[in-house]
């Protein structure tokens, strides 16, 4: 027997209904049919991502959606500052730079949260900063930044806030309208429970405003107002990948059927039973403000990640994250995303038990998925 | 009984084999097992687009590959000169203005295709010209340019030829690499028989030359360096749409056990039945040079096309293409690529039968089908 068991930060598990429904046979769909699955996503997307905007389907990655609000959100004149704390946020700011947007990279060390003080005191000191780009949930180093207290800082000084919240819209608290958030960027195969190839944005009217006025270089096929435009008839500016946009309403179903306040919890009690177990191993959280979305160990001295994600897959199926860039070799990850729930947290705390036995490592077996049921009799 | 027959120029009807790859269950696409699916389409996709070069594979719609082509081929100082005879051909001339590219957008009247001859003036009158791109089968009017003529003399001339091969690749004989062609862009959607959602782009070392060398902007995430130096590793450079490239993997499989060659004889035979059953029912065909990937037919004289084709797919399930832009209202489509064959080329006919009678259109009923049959018999 192999099962495959997804619990990569992305793609994470896809439910079997959702993968069933995009093998249905389908129309053309530039036709009421895939209008009226446009129309229900349209809703569907704006509860699941709390806000009252209307949320862009892109055919791409998350990036893609990115890569469109970042052109569009900075018009000539404007100055981006980007707060790069892992690898994601360091590709927004790659995007401003290759498009020759003024932008200001401030790196952070990997593994800690914007101080939003420290954001409040650039837009003090530099007034031409126009636009901040970050992430709220750092993928790669697990990591959560206070997007309500950062959205506070940026609307009181007038300024457009991008978050990129593609390990974290669907998965943990966001509300862009209530925080002040003006663009919502998100990606398919994370918290939204399907396969990779869409990205998602949702602006502002106040972000809209600077688009619409934008004098300067629109991208063409990642053209936000294009693809706002058709959205508005239920449509898209080019060929959709329709069959993922079936199977995201689909997903938008469940994710609503449960409720996102459920949803929200569910995960924060994977991550907190995860934390648990990991501490009670020997396995320390590594992020000094972790998200709920995924969470990064440190693995036991002497005991190689590699060899962890090994045994972890050949065994039991279960596909976890290295590090990435510096850390590689040095953090393992496992995701709280998509079509998981406490039992399957469980099973790889209990799976990765076995794992760090059979390396070497020295510790109480049955002792991370006892810290782990303590938390979930806690919380359930 | 409600079937879905989709007749449209893309997207075309996909095998269930195809749809049911796709809804396998899936690993993460940084692992051996995607990379084994991203070598295996790479081998295929060069037999079936006929060239040695690398194809990139890109999430996203034919427009965004072409787009990546178009950005990346035109350094500084380049000069570039699109063929414009429909829908599609403009799309690219829309894309140079839109990045500020020096080109000169020669239209011709729809349903014609370009005069070799025009473009060798043209090279020959304005030496700053670098580059040509143009639309080979032009869907929007189902028209074929001669391809083949065009790349010799771009090639005499020393220019680099963009080929929008959407509606022509994997359908139509194509040779890109003793033709000239120095890139050739497809989707998903039409011949390769997979649902919309990926992209490609094939560059000759003449045009990955001028891509490398380009020293102005370069698009991020339709940068097809990037995309090329990860297709070599068997990956992506950013998440890619990996069920779709499981179901093309799948899609190719079938395309090559029938071969190209026969492939190409089977789409020439639907188109031929459908010319010639077209003719004797009096809807002739609109264009002046026709591609047999998909038909065009004008409409007898007070039926009205929203009418056919809605009596097309009410009764019969059968989904069909109007015009576009001005053509609306004034021909009908029905494409022959996609998983189509003879049998559902008459079959199409024959519902278009029953519909224009039903409509009081006056003509021998059977008369299509017995000339399409007639067709068949003599080709098959």
Chains 1, 2 share one sequence.
């Not at 209904?17 to 569907?44: I, N």
């Not at 498009?99 to 200001?104: A, E, K």
């Not at 190839?197 to 949702?202: E, I, K, R, T």
């Not at 602006?203 to 934008?214: D, F, P, Q």
Request: glycine letters at 10%; hydrophobic letters at 40%.
């Amino acid at each position: 027997m192999k099962k495959i068991r997804l619990f990569t930060p992305g793609p994470c598990a896809v439910p079997e209904d959702v993968l069933v429904e995009m093998a249905r046979p389908f129309e053309h769909h530039r036709t009421p049919w895939f209008k009226d699955f446009m129309k229900q996503c349209q809703t569907k997307l704006k509860e699941v991502l709390q806000t009252k905007n209307e949320v862009l389907i892109i055919t791409g990655s998350g990036t893609a959606a990115a890569e469109g609000a970042i052109i569009g959100c900075n018009p000539p004149g404007s100055r981006m500052l980007t707060i790069e704390s892992g690898k994601f946020g360091q590709r927004w700011g790659e995007i401003a730079e290759q498009f020759g947007i003024d932008v200001i990279r401030h790196e952070i060390e990997w593994g800690t949260a914007i101080d939003p003080q420290v954001i409040a005191d650039y837009l003090k000191k530099d007034p031409k900063i126009t636009t901040v780009m970050l992430t709220h949930s750092e993928t790669s180093t697990a990591t959560l930044c206070d997007l309500e207290a950062i959205g506070k800082i940026t609307n009181a000084a007038g300024k457009l806030l991008l978050a990129d919240c593609i390990t974290s819209a669907g998965a943990l608290p966001l509300k862009p309208d209530d925080w002040g958030v003006d663009v919502v960027i998100t990606g398919a195969q994370k918290a939204l429970m399907i396969p990779p190839g869409l990205g998602f944005a949702s602006l502002s009217e106040r972000a809209w405003e600077v688009v619409r006025n934008n004098k300067g270089q629109h991208a063409y096929y990642l053209n936000l107002i294009k693809a706002y435009k058709k959205g508005l008839e239920n449509d898209t500016p080019f060929t959709p990948a329709h069959i993922m946009i079936r199977g995201l309403n689909k997903a938008l179903d469940m994710m609503l059927e449960e409720g996102m306040e459920n949803v929200w919890k569910r995960v924060a009690t994977m991550a907190a039973a995860a934390r648990a177990a990991g501490e009670a191993i020997g396995c320390t959280v590594f992020s000094k403000r972790p998200s709920d979305s995924v969470t990064a160990f440190n693995t036991p001295a002497g005991i190689k990640v590699p060899d962890i994600r090994k045994g972890l897959k050949e065994r039991f199926g279960i596909q976890s994250a290295g590090g990435q860039e510096h850390l590689k070799g040095k953090i393992l990850r496992l995701g709280h995303m998509g079509y998981v729930d406490e039992m399957d947290t469980v099973l790889a705390i209990a799976a990765l038990e076995q794992v760090l036995y059979k390396l070497g490592h020295k510790f109480e077996l049955g002792s991370g998925v006892t810290a782990a049921q303590k938390v979930l009799a806690e919380r359930m």
